[in-house]
């Protein structure tokens, strides 16, 4: 669905491609890296339990883990509230019983706040009482879950220092706790075996599960070969029709050259031009793509690939953009005037 953010970021890393997107620290991150990031993370929240429509609060500090957090959260259908890093535990706990979330997501630095609103303890605390994120995450409480604890980004010295500093008072209460890099993979092997062990002893634990009634899906499988789009004649014009043509021209923004020579050469990969030559077009014919009471008319010249009148039809009548020649990036003849 178009209208979602986290396909909105997926439409803009198509359209823009992979680039230098985030300078922090001295390290460039690139938008393609953000992108594989939150797509994993995505994948671990819904592992987790998180389903569309949940709560996340998320207390963070300033890093690139906030992009990639958000990003992750959307992908996996779940509504963000943002919390300022500087709220006290028992604002972090009113936000908790307030906003029905069914997790933190939050940065080693904030951990022990984090872990003493949750439990409760600490001044206007629940104590040993009713825990205050009570919101079932795939069929048990949050607090019930197994955990244990990564204190990430050891490959900067600072991190390393606060890592170590911190890690006993974790242990104190119980949890196992790994020093990891992201970065340079350092712990994330014995992470791993940890994590699936605790997984194992879990599922051991449980009482065994009916098998669901088995749903039948039907996928409708389209050929590797079809084009994804279909050119219809209407009289002298011809009309494209298929849904990433008619996407492709909806995000398109005729005023800006460069977009404008971007979707020519989409069109043309996808095959349109060798397409019109087949239905019949002649140069000069008129081509539409789009609903065709409100379409993007373009007046296609095989001499120039995909090129187009940089017009458009609406119930209101069509006007033209007298703009000059354009191309691939604004170069060349894409758009008639």
Known sequence: MDKNLARQAELALERQGDYDSLFYEGRWHSSGQLADRAARLATGLADLGVRPGDRLLVLMANCPEVLVTYTAAWRAGAVVTPLLFLVSEEELRHALNDSGAVG?????????????????????????????????????????????????????PAARELAEAVKAEFEARGYQVFEISAATGEGLRQLGFAMAALVAADRAARPAEQPAERVRVKVAVRAADEPGFEVVRMGDSFLIKGEKPQRWVRQTDFSNDEAVGYLADRLARLGVEEALAEAGAEPGAEVLIGDPDDAVVFDWDPAAPMSSGASTHTRHGRYKDP?????PRGTDPRLLP
């Open 104 to 156: 933190i997501v939050t940065t080693v630095e904030f951990l022990p706040k984090v872990s003493a609103a949750v439990k409760g303890d600490g001044p206007g605390g629940t104590g040993g009482g009713s825990p205050p994120c009570k919101e079932a995450v795939g069929g048990a409480e949050l607090l019930t879950r197994p955990r244990l604890i990564a204190l990430n980004k050891i490959d900067v």
């Open 323 to 327: 703009r000059q020649r354009l191309g």
